[in-house]
């Protein structure tokens, strides 16, 4: 019994990671639902993901309206 609800645990968590979208440098983006909810003061305009932190949790984004670019969670950006 212990096995089956490791395997399911286990192949959940492969189908998430799957279905989780993965930015690289580049890549044109914008705030998610939840991104644009708990980051109220960043662009509602578009940007450009312009660096990915080691653990790949975190990406460096470029607003287009920006000089600076600000790190976000890979929750907070959707593809655009």
């Known amino acids: 019994m212990r096995a089956d609800f490791f395997s399911c645990i286990m192949s959940a968590s492969a189908n998430y990671e799957e ?26 305009e578009g940007g450009v993901v312009v660096g990915v932190t080691g653990s790949g949790n975190a990406y460096r984004v470029l607003f287009d309206i920006k000089k600076l670019a600000v790190l976000l969670h890979k929750t907070y950006i959707v593809a655009e």
């Open 19 to 44: 279905e989780e979208a993965q930015f690289k440098p580049g890549d044109r983006v914008r705030l998610s639902p939840i991104g644009l909810e708990r980051s109220p003061r960043s662009s509602r």
